[in-house]
């Protein structure tokens, strides 16, 4: 079984920059595709950023692309959300998962198989 735990989040304020990582556990981690979400009380999750397993190609939503990085350890098992000049609008918890049908970085919340608790983040304006 594959398990995915998120730590990093907090309370920053906007224009602040916040750093999350997800550990992964349980299998191959350098076999999976990455990505990392958000979800906001009463909305879907929505997509963020994604990796492909050789960190060779990566996904932005337009709403972060330029603010926010998305990076692969295959050594520590870990993904990493940098998240800068951070806005009152990407207040959300934010959930990293992982996908094992193929090694390409994807955008759709059904295209992942594993999930994380989440983690809050709040950017106070």
């Known amino acids: 079984q594959v398990q995915l735990v998120e730590s990093g989040g907090g309370l920053v304020q906007a224009g602040g920059s916040l750093r999350l990582s997800c550990v992964v556990s349980?299998?191959?981690?350098?076999?999976?595709?990455m990505g990392w979400f958000r979800q906001t009380p009463g909305k879907e999750r929505e997509f963020v950023a994604a990796?492909?397993?050789?960190?060779?190609?990566?996904y932005y939503a337009d709403s972060v692309k330029g603010r926010f990085t998305i990076s692969r350890d295959n050594a520590k098992n870990t993904v990493y959300l940098q998240m800068n000049s951070l806005k009152p609008e990407d207040t959300a918890v934010y959930y990293c998962?992982?996908?094992?049908?193929?090694?390409?970085?994807?955008?759709?919340?059904?295209?992942?198989?594993?999930w994380g608790q989440g983690t809050q983040v709040t950017v106070s304006s």
């Open positions: 990796i492909s397993m050789s960190a060779g190609v990566t």
């Open positions: 998962a992982a996908t094992g049908a193929s090694g390409s970085a994807r955008r759709s919340v059904a295209s992942y198989d594993y």
């Open positions: 349980g299998r191959t981690f350098s076999r999976y595709a």
